[in-house]
């Protein structure tokens, strides 16, 4: 099994940001691999915020589009999830997900005050 590590999470205040890390825990997978961010809020569904293919191409659920940047280091097989312009209801947990291999990560929490 792919073992994916996020890191990055914490409380921040409404307007602050973050900045995810998605690490893969081993040498052999692909370096390439398309990897997502999800979200889970609390008492909802696990939601796609983000995913980048192999080549950088990226995409965007709307309510993040212009606030959250995903990207990825294929030397480091790691994806990371820059969130800017933080709200309250982007508090959740956050997943990586590697999209070849059908791996996530443990999670890691965002939490965003008022």
């Known amino acids: 099994q792919v073992r994916l590590v996020e890191s990055g999470g914490g409380l921040v205040q409404a307007g602050g940001s973050l900045r995810l890390s998605c690490t893969a825990q081993r040498d052999s997978i692909s370096s390439i691999a398309p990897m997502a961010w999800y979200r889970q809020a609390p008492g909802n569904q696990r939601e796609l915020i983000a995913r980048i293919g192999g080549s950088g191409d990226a995409n965007y659920t709307d309510s993040v589009k212009g606030r959250f940047t995903i990207s990825r280091d294929n030397a480091k097989k790691a994806a990371y999830l820059q969130m800017n312009s933080l709200k309250p209801e982007d508090t959740g947990i956050y997943y990586c997900?590697?999209?070849?291999?059908?791996?996530w990560g443990q999670g890691t929490l965002v939490t965003v005050s008022s």
């Open positions: 997900k590697n999209d070849l291999y059908n791996s």
